[in-house]
């Protein structure tokens, strides 16, 4: 089923609007993104929706792509999806994508790690004051917590790494994955990589030493880590290969 999914009905979070590009003037106050719109040469104000530090993807200059919005509710009417890199490359900047992709990835059972398990449930409350990205359950199975962390981190050739900037909610999930495995549950972390030159995935223990700690942590007490790459055009962002995890 895994084999005739992927080669006959290829998985892919679509984007509802067609793309459209621009030219990064400035991103500022986290959310916010001046943009020349490329085919009028206008300027106007997207939502950047991705609250990390975006090292080497908000350069002044880059091209992006744009969702257009006709959505009255909404206050800005472009949202910023796509960043173009050298050589063809390209990363997704939105941090709902991976949930997104992963959600349809979990429904058609292609992620052979989590393959065995025929329902699950998003966000769903665990722990003290957190909400697991999936909780995957099945008759006479352990249930299953899954958390997905976006990935678009790249420094070093093919090396992909997370996290961009200190993140205590993320060390926090970490801790209570582990707690998880020690309730007799199963217990993974999934880094999903939104771009497409990278290979292999580490930690940035350099960026966040308390992140790491909490992952040897997890890693010890036996959660699992495993991490995908991801196919991305300007029509949508589909599940790619798994990539080898180094840490």
């Known amino acids: 089923l895994s084999l005739w ?3 006959y009905r290829p998985l892919s979070m679509r984007f509802p609007t067609p793309l459209v590009p621009a030219r990064l003037l400035r991103r500022y106050k986290r959310f916010l993104a001046d943009v020349e ?19 080497g993807l908000a350069e002044p200059g ?9 959505d009255p509710g909404k206050k800005l009417k472009f949202g910023w999806r796509l ?3 050298p050589g063809g490359h390209v990363a997704g900047i939105d941090t709902g994508v991976p949930n997104r992709v992963v959600g349809e990835a979990l429904t058609a059972r292609v992620i052979p790690e989590l393959a065995a398990w025929p329902d699950f449930r998003p966000e ?3 722990a003290e004051k957190s909400r697991v990205d999936f909780l995957l359950s099945g008759e006479g199975m352990p249930d299953a917590y899954v958390e997905v962390k976006n990935v678009h981190l790249r420094r070093d050739g093919e090396l992909a790494e997370f996290p961009d900037c200190v993140t205590t909610r993320g060390a926090r ?3 209570d994955l582990a707690a998880m495995v020690g309730e007799g549950h199963r217990a993974v972390m ?11 995935f580490d930690l940035a223990r350099d960026l966040d030493s308390a992140y790491g700690a909490a992952f040897d942590r997890a890693r010890q007490a036996g959660v699992e880590a495993i991490c995908y790459g991801t196919t991305i055009t300007t029509a949508g ?11």
């Open 5 to 7: 999914l992927r080669r």
């Open 37 to 55: 719109l490329e085919v009028s040469g206008e300027t106007v104000v997207a939502h950047c929706p991705n609250p990390g530090a975006m090292l």
């Open 62 to 70: 880059m091209r992006v792509w744009l969702e257009p919005n006709d």
């Open 83 to 85: 960043v173009e890199l």
């Open 124 to 126: 769903v409350r665990y």
């Open 173 to 175: 999930h970490l801790d």
């Open 190 to 200: 999934l880094y999903l990589v939104q771009r497409t030159d990278c290979a292999r």
């Open 237 to 247: 962002v589909e599940l790619g290969a798994p990539i080898p995890v180094l840490a």
